[in-house]
């Protein structure tokens, strides 16, 4: 009878169960009405530009298809290259776009459509499942009544279509949606019961009407299209294989479905090395990748702190809700569907775990983990886990489950639009700067690496671009002005790197900041860039080359290189202007117990002017230096080179140097000095910061004036059970008290008095501080006041 439950030899055993075709009836029409309002609710916001560094690769793949030069990147996504092909034809006719606008929407619309397959995929893999769970179990049987057209197969649809990380990626101009919707495809296939494929509709009658097996069975079909799945992303067989593994072992079934998944791989595989320029070609591409990979990726199975794997579940678990509150609700539904799955369906678990848990492992282990969509398809198991639990309120499972739903949809929805209508800020910044351009151009255009890419892939046609040296871009400009460089050039940054620091932060007054309205949304977390810096530099006062540590992006980098001044001379170049001059220079000590304290030599045209001590005791030492003769010589800049040798020559001194800077002695120059903590940096937001300690120091050296600091930091509250009271001093005067009990923004004018009277040393000071040593366990005996994010010094005009 159509509709109701009719009893099948189960998959992987020869008992039976409830297995009830959810394309029949009232579950056959939703299901439909939810992928069709999913993708109605797509197709207006899809992404309005190219965005993640992926995406361009994709879309210069479409103009020429070659993964050597990661066009697409390796290891190609040749399914996934003609599906773009059919559609970007048909959205330049259909819309006005054109260029990267037409190529976003091109490869964005199968996201869309892979979504709404996946809804349908996922149905059908829900209801394998559900014909697992035991025939008579209270409350959580799959029957009609126990919630007809609201069982938790529905709720898992729906649950998993508004997924904030479910809903965003169907946006986006990526492979993630199609490849899932493919792989879901194939496991749904894999696990229909045997004698089923009339119910599902995967057979059709001959002339005699009898019904005729299709390509052999529904686990032949599956292996097909998991074969298939892996030309649009690779990572599929991580979802398929060991299912197909499983269910080929159950049916006693081998040669046809592994020649099945071959073939669906050949299908894609070998045009793929035809285009590549043949099999060497092709390996050599995707080894290049893999080193790329292994080297710059932060992998949990390199890295398998205690810290790391708290991060990584974090990030797999967390962030694809893109809010903790929701996060946590799902996740608690989720653990108690595992329990009653664990206890009471042994079987629907061990599928579900074959399924999903390889992938899991391999996401944790091998993937970057910062990349959200990554996690794509760890939301699956997840839905169907919460909606497990939903079953649990029998006929309430709709009063339980609708608040997830609605939740999930309310913080989803306003971040696709969102997304779908602000244009990715890389493709805004390079569009003003072409126009600006064709009046005004550049001698040349440099950028950081990731913004390489959307100037490769927009119309730069106007602008002379320099390919950039990864990891070292600030020295295409410094390569340019000492060459003799001096018309205005400008300089497409990152907002997330910090290298510029060696550039005088007086000369980088004019930019341009582009930010994204959504880039701090969880679910496109790992994208690369986000905001976007435009600089127009002249001619600068100073610049640096290799070996300094004026940031913790690069100090590593030194590190990394061993190019400090204690293993050969840095640099760096002054512009020569009339007039005396004074510097700074702020050293730390970065030895053992067993190192030896370091000499400091500054040296300038090659003519020492100056020598100090770096001991390690002191760890930290602060220089300034007058030169009243300023920087007399010929040429347009001066060399000035620093040095760092061991007073025991038979010991080593390891010295940073982290605070430079010269200008002429009218103008204020200022430094972190005691008190004071190292400066810190996170990788993943490009967001610095430096902690105060009870009493934290800022020396300025200069002609007496009035000065505003404005400060902003982080509420201490997330460290004290209470506000502490901080005061700004100079001297014995106090010049500001707060007592902050939030994130603050403070300004505070220091009088030109004041500053005569303590010497140019302003004071912040704070009552409370804390000891992570002592309350996280650590060897940190650090004593930490306030987390300063920004301080800024400024002159106040007469």
């Known amino acids: 009878m159509v509709g109701s439950g009719f009893q099948v030899r189960g998959a992987n055993s020869g008992s039976t169960s409830n ?35 992926d995406s361009i690769n994709f879309a210069l793949g479409l103009r020429h298809f070659d993964p050597a030069l990661h066009q697409p990147h390796p290891p190609g996504y040749p399914v996934y290259m003609l599906l773009g092909h059919l559609s970007l034809p048909i959205v330049e006719r259909l819309t006005s776009a054109t260029g990267v606008a037409a190529e976003a929407r091109a490869l964005a619309t199968w996201s869309a459509v892979g979504g709404a397959g996946c809804i349908i995929a996922a149905w059908f893999l829900f209801a394998a499942l559900r014909a697992r769970l035991p025939a008579t179990n209270f409350r959580l049987r799959a029957g009609p009544e126990a919630g007809s057209g609201t069982s938790e197969v529905v709720w898992a649809t ?30 749904a296939l894999l696990l229909v019961p045997r004698g089923s494929e009339e119910r599902l509709g995967l057979s059709w009658p001959d002339e005699a009407g009898a019904w005729r097996r299709q390509l052999g069975s529904a686990i032949t079909v599956g292996a097909l299209v ?28 081998f040669v046809t479905p592994l020649l099945a998944f071959a073939i669906g791989c050949l299908v894609w595989g070998i045009p793929l090395l035809i285009a590549s320029g043949g099999v060497r070609a092709y390996i050599a591409a995707l080894n290049m990748q893999a080193v790329q990979d292994f080297s710059w990726v932060d992998m949990l199975w390199s890295n398998p702190t205690p810290r790391h794997i708290a991060i990584g579940l974090y990030q797999a678990l967390v962030l694809p809700w893109a809010s903790i509150p929701l996060a946590v609700a799902v996740g608690v539904a989720a653990a108690i569907g595992l329990l009653v799955s664990l206890l009471r369906e042994p079987r629907a678990a061990l599928v579900l775990a074959v399924a999903f848990v390889p992938y899991l492992v391999f ?33 309430l499972a709709a009063v339980v489950a609708a608040p997830f739903v609605a939740a999930a949809l309310i913080v989803a929805v306003p971040g696709g639009v969102a997304y779908g209508t602000d244009p990715h800020p890389a493709f805004r910044a390079i569009t003003d700067a072409v126009r600006r351009a064709r009046v005004e151009p550049p001698a040349a255009v440099y950028s950081h690496y990731a913004i390489r890419r959307p100037l490769q892939a927009a119309d730069t046609d106007a602008l002379r671009v320099v390919e950039p040296v990864t990891q070292y871009e600030w020295l295409g400009p410094v390569n340019y ?53 435009w600089y127009r530099l002249g001619v600068p006062g100073w610049f640096a080359g290799q070996g300094w540590s004026l940031t913790p992006e690069i100090g590593g980098l030194t590190q990394a290189a061993s190019t400090g001044p204690d293993h050969r001379p840095i640099e760096a170049w002054v512009r020569r202007r009339p007039g005396p001059f004074h510097m700074l220079i702020g050293a730390r000590h970065l030895g053992d117990a067993g190192d ?28 300034f230096v007058d030169l009243s003769d300023g920087v007399p010589g010929t040429g347009p800049f001066a060399a000035l080179t620093i040095t760092s040798h061991s007073v025991d020559p038979k010991r080593a001194a390891p010295v940073a140097v982290r605070q430079f800077d010269i200008q002429p002695s009218a103008q204020l120059i200022s430094a972190f000095a005691e008190g004071w903590h190292e400066a810190e940096y996170s990788v993943e937001t490009g967001q610095t910061w430096r902690w105060t300690s009870e009493r934290s120091v800022l020396r300025m ?8 600091l404005d400060i902003r930091g982080e509420s201490p509250l997330r460290y004290f059970d209470r506000p502490p009271t901080v005061k700004i001093t100079a001297g014995d005067v106090t010049l500001a008290q707060f007592q902050p009990d939030t994130d603050f923004e403070w300004r505070v004018t220091v009088p030109a008095a004041a500053m005569v009277n303590s010497g140019g040393a302003i004071a912040i000071e704070i009552d409370r501080v804390y000891l992570p040593g002592r309350v996280e366990g650590t060897a940190d005996d650090r004593h930490l006041g306030l987390r300063i994010f920004d301080l800024r010094i400024n002159g106040v005009d007469p």
């Open 19 to 53: 297995y009830q075709p959810p394309t029949t009836n009232q579950q056959g029409a939703a299901v439909l009405v939810i992928a069709v309002l999913y993708l109605a609710a797509h197709l207006p916001f899809l992404a309005p530009s190219l965005e993640d560094i």
């Open 158 to 187: 729906l649950l998993l279509a508004a997924a904030p990380d479910f809903w965003m990626t169907g946006l986006r101009p990526m492979s993630d949606m199609p490849g899932l919707a493919l792989a879901v495809a194939a496991q």
């Open 226 to 253: 998991a074969g298939l799945a892996t030309g649009i992303r690779v990572q599929s067989a991580v979802l398929t294989l060991p299912l197909l593994v499983l269910v080929m072992f159950q049916h006693r079934r």
């Open 363 to 395: 996401h944790l282990l091998f993937q970057q983990l910062d990349t959200t969509r990554y996690a794509l398809p760890i939301v699956v198991p997840v839905a169907w886990l919460a909606a497990r639990s939903f079953a649990l309120a029998g006929r």
């Open 481 to 533: 002005w000492r060459t003799g460089g001096a018309r205005p050039i400008w300089f497409f940054a990152d907002a997330r790197r910090t290298d510029l620091a060696l550039i005088d932060p007086r000369s980088r007054t004019d930019v341009v900041r582009y930010r994204w309205s959504v880039e701090q949304r969880g679910e496109l977390s790992g994208t690369r860039p986000l905001g976007v810096d």
């Open 596 to 623: 030896a304290d370091a000499e400091m030599t500054l040296a300038l045209d090659g003519r020492p002017i100056d020598r100090w001590p770096v001991t390690r005791a002191a760890r930290n030492a602060l220089r």
């Open 701 to 708: 050296n200069g002609a007496a004036q009035s000065v505003t």
